[in-house]
Nanobody, 114 residues
Framework: VQLQASGGGSVQAGGSLALSCAAS????????MAWYRQAPGKQRELVAK???????NYSDAVKGRFTISRDNGKNTVYLHMNRLLLEDTAFYYC?????????WGKGTQVTVSS
């Protein structure tokens, strides 16, 4: 199973970006899907998680600004990021729990500038 993330880039503060991450390979069932991020010199942190049934949770830092969604038919998870702040600058990683195993994408860079 491979996870391919896309959609990162550079944006000014206050702007928006959308990330997507698609899983490919021999997959029977994907349960949780999530986005994590890691800023330089900091630990990787959970940004948002969405469960198979559609419930989701968010870190306090992004609640109200980011929206996570998923398309089970496409094995894809999305992250819509609005009102981006300088502190949202980080490498964003997608994560999926599928068939009893944990999978990670390689990450995509998001840079927010003033």
């Amino acid at each position: 199973v491979q996870l391919q993330a896309s959609g990162g880039g550079s944006v000014q503060a206050g702007g928006s970006l959308a990330l997507s991450c698609a899983a490919s390979g021999n997959i029977w069932r994907i349960d949780d899907m999530a986005w994590y991020r890691q800023a330089p010199g900091k630990q990787r942190e959970l940004v948002a998680k969405i469960f198979r049934g559609g419930n989701s949770n968010y870190s306090d830092a992004v609640k109200g600004r980011f929206t996570i969604s998923r398309d089970n038919g496409k094995n894809t998870v999305y992250l819509h990021m609005n009102r981006l702040l300088l502190e949202d600058t980080a490498f964003y990683y997608c994560n999926m729990w599928a068939d009893g195993m944990d999978f990670w994408g390689k990450g995509t860079q998001v840079t927010v500038s003033s």
